[in-house]
């Protein structure tokens, strides 16, 4: 099978997702980074329309407001950026289950399977553009080529709002006329004895003489650098791994009878469970309640839920009635444990764009990760488990996957 690796990036992202969110910025200079008293900092990325200016990605502030005083300047929201990645990731994993996100706007796949069902590199192609613009409503570019390298360059290349292919035994000819400055790995040091040595171009690169190369930088990297001009790279898709499953688990100090206390300490176990499961980026299908008893006999008692969620409340309910079915024995606990799985990427936002009720609180829980990122996570729980006090103490904190 014929090896073909799409490498995706989004166009201006930051902006672009400011431009979803307010139509009215379209077409304008548009600088994230901080706001206009802001003077400190850097750009973290500009609009097109200010890349005209001059103004890019680390440039600092101050110097984008000398060359562009008339843009609109962001601090930007990264919460939003956030969501929009991994909806283009919903998007690369119905193409593919071998994706590698590389940055929070870019990806590798590997769709040498894919050809047949989605009709070749254009078909391909075509498929991601436009339905990443209708769940996103966000311009971006594809290169694809036989490997992780060309196909890389080739969506610089291709930007923005492009489709570029390479096909095999091309590789080297579609690099030849580019600068070395667009090796990936080349830095300006490796750039400048390049130059000294009268190379410019990856042809050129690709065509020295290997003496010439090993005397400036050594056998190893001579070899890679005039490989890697050439267009042969190796280096497969790495798919991230799933987790499996998630739980949270503790033994109480005293084997108890309890169970308003129980329920208190289960509300905190799935508290922590589905900040984990969100922060991963996932959502859960199945959840546990794992009950021992003081004679050390465990039950698990399982619910399957008709839709995968994130959502603190929607396993609430599901563990309620698991609990029914814990407090059958009158015996006392000595163990509690929450475990989520069927776990998957969070695909709810694209299924729920029709605007269900759920987008709401997807978005309350999403600010509430944040404030804990920022403070810890007992900083903000719910009011169930704060019967528990305010710093909650487990006797054995087993709170590990
Ligand atoms: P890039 O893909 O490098 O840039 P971009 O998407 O803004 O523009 P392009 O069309 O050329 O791809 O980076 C993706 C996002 O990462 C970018 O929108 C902002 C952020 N970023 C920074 O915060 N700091 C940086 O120095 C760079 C390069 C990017
Ligand atoms: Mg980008």
């Not at 989605?118 to 966000?138: C, P, R, S, V």
């Not at 594809?142 to 590789?171: F, Q």
């Not at 199945?286 to 994130?310: G, Q, S, W």
């Not at 903000?380 to 054995?396: F, H, I, P, Q």
Request: overall charge positive; hydrophobic content about 35%.
């Amino acid at each position: 099978m014929e090896r073909r690796i799409v490498h995706i990036d989004m166009d201006a992202f930051f902006a672009s997702v400011e431009v979803v969110r307010d139509p009215s910025l379209a077409g304008k200079p548009l600088i994230i980074g901080g706001n206009k008293e802001d003077m400190r900092g850097v750009v973290s990325t500009a609009s097109y329309e200010a890349r005209r200016y001059g103004v890019h990605s680390a440039m600092p502030l101050a110097e984008a407001k000398r060359r562009c005083p008339q843009g609109i300047f962001m601090r930007g929201h990264f919460e939003h950026y956030r969501e929009a990645s991994r909806k283009v990731r919903a998007v690369l994993e119905t193409v593919t289950p071998l994706v590698q996100m590389a940055s929070i706007d870019e990806a590798y796949l590997d769709v040498s399977g894919s050809q047949r069902i989605f009709g070749g590199d254009e078909g391909i192609g075509t498929y991601i553009k436009e339905e990443i613009k209708a769940q996103t409503g966000l311009p971006c570019t594809v290169a694809i080529t036989p490997n992780k390298l060309v196909s890389k360059i080739g969506s610089d290349e291709g930007k923005p709002d492009g489709y570029l292919r390479v096909a095999a035994g091309e590789e080297r000819a579609f690099l030849a006329p580019l600068s070395v400055r667009k090796l990936p790995g080349a830095g300006p040091r490796t750039c400048e004895v390049l130059e000294r040595l009268g190379i410019r171009t990856l042809g050129e690169l690709a065509s020295a003489p290997l003496v010439s190369l090993e005397g400036a930088f050594g056998h190893q990297t001579a070899i890679s650098l005039q490989r890697r001009a050439q267009g042969i790279s190796t280096s497969e898709v790495e798919v991230e791994r799933v987790a499996k499953s998630i739980s949270r688990e503790t033994t109480f100090p005293e084997d108890t009878l309890a169970w308003p206390q129980i329920e208190q300490t289960l509300a905190y176990l799935t508290e922590r469970c589905m900040y984990t499961l969100r922060e991963e980026g996932l959502e859960a299908k199945r959840v546990t309640l794992k009950v021992r008893y003081r004679d050390f006999e465990t039950k698990t008692f399982a619910h399957t839920l008709p839709e995968p969620t994130a959502i603190d409340s929607v396993v609430g309910s599901a563990l309620r009635e698991l609990i029914a079915k814990g407090k059958g024995r009158k015996d006392r606990v000595r163990l509690i444990g929450v475990g989520l799985d069927q776990l998957r990427y969070n695909q709810h936002q694209m299924t729920l764009f029709g605007g269900k009720g759920d987008e709401k609180w997807e978005r309350v829980l999403e600010q509430a990760d944040a404030v804990r990122q920022k403070h810890g996570f007992n900083y903000l729980r719910s009011g169930k488990s704060l019967g528990l006090g305010r710093e909650v103490k487990l006797a054995t904190p087993s709170l590990s996957r």
